[in-house]
């Protein structure tokens, strides 16, 4: 399986952005997608995960109320919808596929895509 992840830049504080990751390959083997960042000098965190139907969906409390994930299984394609940026939303976010959701959520990835930037000026 392999992940594009695109959509990432700059945008002040209050703005939105919307990011995509487009799947190929044996997209069948992993029907949980989700989105994780990682800020300068932290570690990588979960940020938010979806099921294949898009029933199920995790996010994390920082970005509850903001952030919605989505996805089209027609184009294979997750996505990340960002709003009310805050300057600590900074990081570079990675797209993530893994065959459960809550084995997902807890950081088992079977599929990293490469990172994508997202830079919030206060």
Known sequence: VQL???????????????LSCAASGRTFSTPAMGWFRQAPGK?????????????????????????????DNAKNTAYLQMNSLKPEDTAVYYCAA????????????DYWGQGTLVTVSS
């Open 4 to 18: 594009q992840a695109s959509g990432g830049g700059l945008v002040q504080a209050g703005g939105s952005m919307r």
């Open 43 to 71: 570690e990588r965190e979960f940020v938010a995960a979806i099921s294949r139907s898009g029933g199920g969906t995790y996010y994390a409390d920082s970005v509850k109320g903001r952030f919605t994930i989505s996805r």
């Open 98 to 109: 893994g065959g459960r959701l809550r084995s997902l959520v807890a950081g088992a990835v």
